[in-house]
């Protein structure tokens, strides 16, 4: 009789074991851009100085007294520009000498800024606030197989462009994001199709250039964009690189 029960006991704790290790957790946007910033550099993102350079320019990132500023350097011949973003207000120096830029050009400025800052440091900004990101489900490109996220943002916070949509694809295994698609409405509006390529951990953080496709079929809508790349109906716009790389501990009060 003790076998008999003794059988029944371990067959239960098994049920119960396998069940509990049958779970499997529920897979969300979320949950997919957090793995993915965690395998990407993660907190060493708001630890750490960045800087690179990029078609000509010097760009860093940093935190000051917990503030994030943003910086562009610019050189042409005696004159050297430095623009400085911060959370708070947008400066522009010429020969270390603070010049007035009216609002309407140091929006256009911000944003370059901005937008160069954020393409380097993803997957980390897809956690600001003003972000708002679906799940689309998951997709294959060229035999591997992706989650499908978009990405569209408030207008509060989300910068002159917050009516653009984007998509970012990560690779289901190692959770990295290796292909992006945004559609704009600047200039006539647009889509384009980055591939990701040069993979190199700098300092413990993921960095990746691009190459640039654009397409004319604007019919075909921005999540399903990857199949116009699949069926080799885009066209290579430009290769987007980034050098001179360095990260470096930084100082935050």
């Known amino acids: ?19 509990k290790n049958g ?15 965690q395998v990407s550099g993660g907190e060493l993102y708001a630890k750490n100085e960045v800087s690179f350079t990029f078609r000509k320019k010097s ?3 940093k935190y000051v007294d917990g503030q994030k500023v943003l910086e562009r350097v610019t050189k042409n011949d005696s004159t050297s520009i430095k623009d400085i973003k911060t959370n708070k207000a947008f400066n522009r120096y010429v020969n270390d000498s603070l010049v007035k830029v009216i609002d309407s050009m140091a929006r256009k400025y911000e944003n370059s800024i901005n937008s160069v800052h954020y393409f380097v440091k993803l997957p980390f ?13 998951t997709s294959k490109i060229d035999g591997k197989e992706y989650y499908k996220v978009q990405v569209t943002f408030s207008e509060n916070g989300g910068g002159v ?35 990701a390529f040069n993979e190199r951990y700098i300092g413990g953080i993921r960095f990746v250039d691009y190459e640039n496709y654009e397409t004319l079929n604007l019919k075909v809508p921005i999540a399903k964009i990857d199949s116009l790349y699949a069926a080799n109906k ?18 935050y009060n």
């Open 125 to 137: 900004g897809l956690n600001d606030e003003a972000v708002h990101k679906k799940l689309l489900g």
């Open 234 to 251: 885009l066209k290579l716009l430009s290769k987007i690189e980034i050098n001179d790389i360095t990260v470096n501990p930084g100082s």
């Open 1 to 19: 009789m003790c076998k008999r029960y003794n059988f029944l006991l371990v067959a239960i704790l098994f049920g119960f074991v396998s069940c």
């Open 161 to 195: 462009d917050f009516d653009d949509t984007y998509i970012y694809w990560f690779n289901t295994k190692t959770f990295k994001p290796d292909y992006l698609a945004y559609s704009f409405q600047v200039n006539g509006g647009g889509q384009r199709f980055r591939v």
């Open 23 to 37: 779970v499997k957790k529920e897979i969300t946007a979320q949950f997919v851009v957090d793995k993915s910033i």
């Open 59 to 61: 760009y860093t990132s």
